[in-house]
């Protein structure tokens, strides 16, 4: 069984090009040299130090009305210390460069909590065609980059001292994605780590195992993205972050699935056909997964969260919101019978009408079916009742990292000033 956050062990060649992911020292954000001398002592090494917390979404219950229809799970943060803190103004930021999405947060700890003051999402398709070339194409390196640029400009301003910035699926699986990784950091001053995918799951975890909903059976926790799929089986009941007893990671995500299975979406037969076709290779790639814990999910209490935009999607979808509403989707508990209605309608839908569903739109149209079809096959494998529901992730999860880094550091230095103040020499 794995401990309860994992190292990052990269378990096959190539998987972890960045070879960095989990030091602290790794996390800091380096400002690019600034030409205007107004900026003289402005861009100082940050001190590795740092502390963060969770943020508190709002507690107010949201959902269908009646019973069984849907809960939300409210976040238990008694596992999170209070910390001295940054100096007044400092702020600390992740950074979540994804197959599809860039995405960024910036917050400032505040007491048991911490309060996000800047927040960046953009659709940067950065794996568009890597399933079949094998390469970060042109066009989707310079959409990246204009992100990317966004993101930095925001690191300044914010007075970030402390950020950590990933790079997931796309980057660990193009053959230029070092390259472009060092491009980022030439021309952004972003340095970006390639994380595995052991580390991507871990810190997906990490970041929203608190919605998890309360019960005494097994759960399990995943994560679609643009490329990959993580699936993580965690430990009974227990407080805090839940140990992790297995994982996996499938090459299938949004986009990756979507480019491999093509977009001929001609009649209905055709599209049913496509998503049949994209239920059965997932499938197929979660078998040694669902193998392994088949005793697991026998269990009459079993449990179910996922963090990703499909999910989202599909829970506003339930809720019948006009527009996107993550204090309405965050942490919102749903029947599985429901998202699996919404995932069997949107599959028969033209990529025309899926387009005209609020909270679906140009950029999910022609992706969201691949996302139904990887969650099916995440309902088969692990037939829970509901499906909670998360709207965070690998970025919570990295500012969560960063707080038990200092956590463990402030622990470090009281036990040094005790040693100290009792006569015996350090070690």
Not at 43 to 61: C, I, L, T, W
Not at 102 to 126: K, M
Not at 374 to 400: F, H, K, M, N, Q
Not at 408 to 413: A, C, G, K, T, Y
């Amino acid at each position: 069984m794995a401990e309860t956050l994992p190292p990052d062990r990269n378990r096959s060649a190539g998987k972890n090009r960045g070879g960095k992911s989990g030091k602290v020292a790794d996390f800091r954000y380096k400002r690019p040299p600034q030409p205007d001398s107004r900026t003289a002592g402005g861009g100082r090494e940050p001190r590795a130090k740092g502390v963060s917390g969770e943020a508190r979404r709002a507690g107010r219950p949201v959902g269908k009305n009646g019973a069984g229809k849907a809960a939300r799970v409210q976040p238990d943060l008694a596992d999170i210390g209070a910390f001295k803190g940054p100096a007044h103004g400092e702020a600390y930021a992740a950074l979540d460069l994804g197959t599809n999405n860039c995405r960024l947060l910036i917050a400032r700890p505040s007491g048991r909590d911490f309060t996000v003051i800047d927040a960046f999402s953009r659709v940067v398709r950065l794996g568009e065609g890597l399933a079949t070339t094998g390469r970060l194409s042109d066009a989707a390196m310079d959409r990246t980059l204009g992100a990317l640029t966004i993101c930095a400009d925001k690191l300044q301003r914010r007075n970030v001292r402390l950020a950590r910035s990933v790079a997931t699926e796309a980057c660990r699986r193009a053959s230029n994605g070092p390259e472009f990784i060092e491009r980022v950091r030439r021309e952004t001053g972003i340095a970006l780590d390639i994380i595995s995918a052991e580390e991507e799951a871990r810190l997906a975890v990490l970041g929203c195992h608190i919605l998890l909903e309360a019960g005494e059976g097994p759960a399990v926790i995943f994560d679609i993205g643009g490329g990959s799929t993580e699936l993580v089986l965690v430990e009974a009941g227990g407080k805090g972050v839940p140990r992790i007893l297995d994982w996996q990671s499938v090459p299938w995500g949004v986009v990756s699935l979507t480019d491999t299975v093509g977009r001929s979406e001609d009649s209905e037969a055709a599209r049913l056909a496509r998503f049949a076709r994209m239920r059965e290779m997932v499938s197929e790639s979660f078998a040694p997964f669902a193998a392994r814990v088949a005793g697991a999910a026998q269990h009459p209490d079993i449990r179910l969260l996922g963090t990703s935009g499909t999910v989202t999607t599909l829970a506003s979808l339930y809720l019948e919101l006009p527009s996107y509403d993550r204090k309405a989707v965050d942490g919102l508990i749903v029947p599985a019978p429901e998202m699996r209605g919404i995932s069997a309608r949107l599959a028969v839908m033209t990529p025309f009408e899926r387009a005209t569903l609020p909270c679906i739109g140009q950029d999910r149209a022609d992706l969201v079916v691949a996302g139904c079809a990887i969650l099916e096959a995440i309902l088969d494998l692990w037939p829970a009742r509901r499906l909670g529901v998360a709207d965070r992730g690998i970025r919570e999860g990295i500012l969560r990292s960063i707080m038990a880094a200092e956590r463990q550091s402030e622990r470090s230095l009281k036990a040094l000033k005790s040693q100290r103040g009792n006569g015996r020499p350090a070690q």
